[in-house]
């Protein structure tokens, strides 16, 4: 087997964000060193609950640290789509956790862990850039220790006509645009993808037998209002960023160039990406991917995480 890729996961879980860490810890090909919470679907309270819930449920060995939103008050969240728990069907007792997250905040935490790795790193992003952006203010030679920024968010072109306003580019504009504007190599996952990549209700069904594990999940996805796909299932936005680290060959890219717009809407400042595609490049853009073996994968680490599990 070839070497684990060793990666620092930014997260604000999130039913997608909950498969995304399954897949990432029972594909086997990554080493996840750090776990850092972000304010997002959910308050970082939440967040933070459900990053620790699903490191228990996996026995994951990594630590988990808590960053924070720099919107302050004016918070907006997915709860709608996630729920008031923010992991669906599935209610996390916090009294029943057995571990607490790291007294460092995520910015501090990302840093030291980048130092102390013998080689460049990947970060993965499936939440707000918050921490990232802080690091990067903060440590400006943070940059030397970095291989690659992986991020969910964007779109890779307008949609209807018009630009999208997902939802992790449009929770912290400022956080993105110190993360555009770094130089940092980066990979932008768009949130189209997620529109091909879902769970039908066959697939769902499928997921359910597979143990324990399975059965969560499939609760989990009952009660996730995803509005991407309606009533065919669930999009798994969030998988695709780790998908690319385990199969590139499964995946089709494109250069292209990524900056930040802005709006007001209702007194909040909103960013969207817009993506162009010329000589003019700082990213790397996922446009396409092989549907059918990215779900055989994705059984495969709930077939795996089965086996771990329940040994």
């Known amino acids: 087997m070839d070497k684990k890729t060793d990666i620092i996961l930014v997260t604000d879980p999130g039913v997608d964000d909950a498969t995304s860490l399954l897949y990432a810890v029972f594909s086997n090909q990554i080493n996840i060193k750090l776990v850092c919470v972000a304010g997002g679907n959910s308050p970082i309270e939440i967040t933070t609950r459900n990053a620790l819930y699903l490191t228990e449920l996996f026995k994951l060995n990594a630590p988990v640290a808590v960053g924070h939103s720099l919107r302050g008050e004016k918070e907006v969240y997915a709860r709608a789509v996630h729920g008031k728990g923010g992991l669906g069907g599935v209610k996390v007792n916090p009294k029943k956790l057995k571990t607490k997250p790291i007294e460092a905040p995520a910015c501090e935490a990302m840093y030291e862990t980048l130092k102390a790795n013998k080689g460049k790193m990947t970060i993965v992003i499936i939440g707000p850039m918050t921490s990232v952006a802080e690091m990067i203010e903060n440590h400006k030679d943070c940059k030397k220790y970095i291989k690659e920024i992986v991020f969910m968010g964007g779109s890779k072109e307008k949609i209807y006509g018009a630009p999208y306003r997902e939802f992790n580019i449009s929770f912290d504009p400022d956080a993105v645009d110190i993360v555009l504007k770094s130089g940092i190599p980066l990979v932008m996952v768009p949130m189209e993808l997620g529109h091909f990549a879902y769970l039908g209700k066959d697939d769902i069904k499928k997921i359910k037998k597979i143990g324990k594990v399975g059965k969560i999940f499939a609760k989990m996805y009952k009660k996730y209002k995803d509005f991407h796909v309606g009533n065919y299932g669930v999009a798994v936005h969030d998988v695709c960023a780790i998908y690319y680290l385990t199969h590139k060959e499964n995946m089709k890219t494109e250069n292209g160039f990524v900056?930040?717009?802005?709006?007001?809407?209702?007194?909040?400042?909103?960013?969207?990406i817009e993506t162009t595609y010329g000589e003019k490049q700082n990213v790397t853009v996922?446009?396409?991917?092989?549907?059918?073996?990215?779900?055989?994968?994705?059984?495969?680490?709930f077939e795996e995480a089965k086996r771990v599990l329940e040994k």
């Open 286 to 301: 996922c446009v396409d991917m092989d549907i059918l073996k990215f779900k055989y994968d994705l059984f495969d680490a």
């Open 259 to 272: 900056e930040l717009k802005r709006y007001t809407e209702n007194g909040f400042d909103y960013g969207y």
